[in-house]
């Protein structure tokens, strides 16, 4: 019976046909196997879960409605990347870019001084779950320069937001999904020069803004037993406010930021400042691991004591430089109750712990 099954199913001309007489599940069937892929397509085009999503559901009514013109001249994924794509660069005009708060503007925050206002618009990169992330299926081209784990780091991600937009559309149509400069042109409706043309500058720029070591490769090198160390030492500096062996553990230019904050602090002495003035101060602390951006992360939970039990506070996104933190991305969950009196009321992104496979509370020790 599986044999007969496997044998039946329908293959993507047939899938086509039928979504072409009006059969929604064949669009759903046919997109399916690339879902997930495209939507961490437009993740990296707009910094944003919640803009991919909205752009994926724009991909996919774009698809439904552009079936019956689709000849097959070109493979089905180029196809729906080209929508993709599209769509998000459709997106980028209506909005401001997205970026961490270091790259926002200014210099180093004084921790003395009072805690700046969020911003009323969402500026800001958000945080893409692991779980989130397709496994290698081999459909990636040769050509491709990232691999799609170092493709979702938040330094590429955030250096592509500095781009404009159809730069950032070749610079991942080439070197993350290994498509041709002669398809990018055929999506970006341009010519092969232009294509490599704003390839080269795009490169340019990229390189400038990342790290000479990718994080997978770091992650590698540390291997999986000394990360776990690593980790496990954050998380119980932080419950055992001991900030001495926190600052054991940045380097020398760390930085630390807490979007959607605009404050960020930079070296030791302006996180020590930041941390005895604020989180070792006035909270206590639990926390859960995960991973966001193919990075080590972790979920911090502060004591509530109107529940009895530690809420939903930030989720920590480390970046490493070997056994060293270099930067602290703390997303801050702004759903939690007691920020309404911070100013916070205008940023509900909702759901944030809960994307990530985290509870919204704790009852008790971890």
Not at 61 to 84: K, N, T, V
Not at 111 to 122: F, K
Not at 225 to 238: G, I, K, P, S
Request: glycine share 6%; proline share 5%; hydrophobic share 40%.
């Amino acid at each position: 019976m599986a044999r007969q099954s496997a044998s039946a199913a329908p293959n993507d001309t047939e899938l086509i046909a039928a979504a072409r007489g009006g059969d929604e599940e064949s669009v759903v069937r046919l997109v399916r196997p690339h879902r997930a892929r495209l939507h961490a397509h437009c993740y990296r085009m707009l910094g944003s879960v919640h803009d991919a999503d909205d752009a994926m559901q724009e991909t996919l009514l774009r698809a439904w409605r552009g079936l019956p013109g689709f000849d097959g001249r070109s493979a089905l994924r180029s196809w729906l990347y080209r929508i993709a794509t599209n769509a998000c660069l459709n997106a980028i005009k209506k909005r401001p870019k997205r970026v961490l708060p270091i790259d926002y503007g200014g210099s180093s925050t004084d921790p003395h001084d009072a805690a700046a206002q969020p911003l009323v618009e969402s500026v800001w990169i958000e945080p893409y779950p692991d779980e989130m992330l397709a496994s290698d299926d081999g459909t990636t081209a040769p050509a491709a320069r990232y691999e799609q784990r170092e493709s979702m780091e938040l330094a590429f991600v955030a250096a592509l937001q500095h781009l404009p937009a159809n730069q950032r559309a070749a610079l991942i149509l080439s070197e993350v999904l290994g498509f041709s400069a002669r398809e990018i042109a055929d999506s970006l409706e341009t010519t092969t020069a232009s294509v490599n043309s704003a390839l080269q500058r795009a490169r340019k720029l990229v390189d400038e803004r990342l790290p000479d070591e990718s994080q997978q490769a770091t992650l590698r090198s540390l291997g999986d037993e000394e990360l776990n160390a690593v980790v496990e030492r954050y998380m119980q500096a932080f419950e055992q406010a001991d900030v001495d062996a926190l600052v054991a553990m940045l380097s020398d230019d760390a930085s630390w930021s807490m979007p959607p904050q605009p404050a960020w602090f930079r070296g030791h002495e302006a996180i020590v400042g930041f941390l005895v003035e604020n989180p070792l101060r006035y909270f206590r602390w639990r926390h859960l691991p995960t991973w966001a951006n193919g990075q080590p992360a972790v979920g911090c939970y502060s004591w509530d004591e109107s529940r009895g039990r530690f809420v939903a506070h930030s989720l920590d996104v480390l970046t490493l430089r070997g056994p060293r933190i270099s930067e602290v991305v703390s997303f801050l969950d702004v759903t939690r109750r007691g920020l309404e009196d911070q100013g916070f009321t205008s940023f509900v992104q909702g759901g944030l712990f809960r994307s990530f496979g985290q509870p919204d509370e704790l009852r008790s020790e971890r």
